[in-house]
């Protein structure tokens, strides 16, 4: 891993780093209604909680209490999710930071990588006049998907292997980021938006930001 500058890529996690965050309430909605679909009128505020963020045991155990097919569940709440976060980016509560701008001045190719679905982040693109990157991946709406997002590299190894690079840096704003970062031998500069006030991380990544700015003098 490389703490020098003159990086020569530079990829970027999504929510919280080049957009604002969906608000948990909106997801939480967003499960209920998956819920519903599945035919699941009232669950347990607990159910509701894992299937924001399950990993594989949870989502089947989750699924096996309400009779359901793990798959079948993790569908409808993939969709509930993607429509969700695209009422969000059509009304204007999600939205890019102000400091989006600075990635057309960067001279090194760029990326994203993101937990959130894959057509999410597309949607992000199209609605947030993010444009130009190299590369992006978001997370397949599927079970292996679960298995595949951050903090396993899976898909920032493979936005890397795309751009055929040596010395990127990979932007984010959660512990899961960073981890992603240092399992695939990379730097990680950390950006504390406001959300992210207080936030500890349990390792110190090569940089620590508050504005994509900064980003100018580390390529």
Known sequence: MSTGTAYDAVV??????LTTPTDRDVLVEAMHEAFETVGVTEPPADHVDILLSPDV?????VA??????????WTAREEAAIAAQLAELRSGRKRGYDDIATLES?????????????????NILDHCNLEGFDVWYGREPTIEGIERKKPTPYYLEQALADLGVTNPLYVGDSRVDIAAADAAGIDAAFIRRDHRAGYELPTEPAHEIETLSTLTGLV
């Open 12 to 17: 970027f996690d999504n929510d919280g780093v």
């Open 57 to 61: 045991p949870s989502l089947r155990g």
């Open 64 to 73: 096996a209490e309400h009779a359901i097919g793990p798959h079948e569940l």
């Open 106 to 122: 960067l001279s090194v190719p760029t990326g994203i990588v993101s937990n959130n679905q894959h057509e999410t982040i597309g």
